[in-house]
Nanobody
Framework: QLQLVESGGGLVQPGGSLRLSCVASGFNLRHYAIGWFRQAPGKEREPVSYIKSSDGTTEYTESVQGRFTVSSDIHSSTVYLQMNNLQPDDTAVYYC?????????????????WGQGTQVTVSS
């Protein structure tokens, strides 16, 4: 059974950093893309980034470009999202999700399997 479990969220001050983890089980990370998404209170879920472990392709939404970095460790079946220079607008529940990596579009409806999310709060 395909499963994704996020961790690493928490409370951080503006300008701080967090690293989120997404542990995948029940499937081979080499054949799937893993995306990161977030949903702030009262807003729709939005894409953040994705990575294809098979060839290292990554993509980022404009608002996080240069601040967030996505990476994967196939041996531990874990995908990371390093988030630097966090701002209050980054406050949200962060989700990881998986889709077949043949064609990947960074859209919420493109991804089939979802984790439960981890809360990130940026506040002084």
């Amino acid at each position: 059974q395909l499963q994704l479990v996020e961790s690493g969220g928490g409370l951080v001050q503006p300008g701080g950093s967090l690293r989120l983890s997404c542990v995948a089980s029940g499937f081979n990370l080499r054949h799937y893309a893993i995306g990161w998404f977030r949903q702030a209170p009262g807003k729709e879920r939005e894409p953040v980034s994705y990575i294809k472990s098979s060839d290292g392709t990554t993509e980022y939404t404009e608002s996080v470009q240069g601040r967030f970095t996505v990476s994967s460790d196939i041996h531990s079946s874990t995908v990371y999202l390093q988030m630097n220079n966090l701002q209050p607008d980054d406050t949200a529940v962060y989700y990881c999700a998986a889709c077949d990596d043949e064609i990947v579009v960074l859209r919420t409806d493109w991804f089939d399997y979802w984790g439960q999310g981890t809360q990130v709060t940026v506040s002084s």
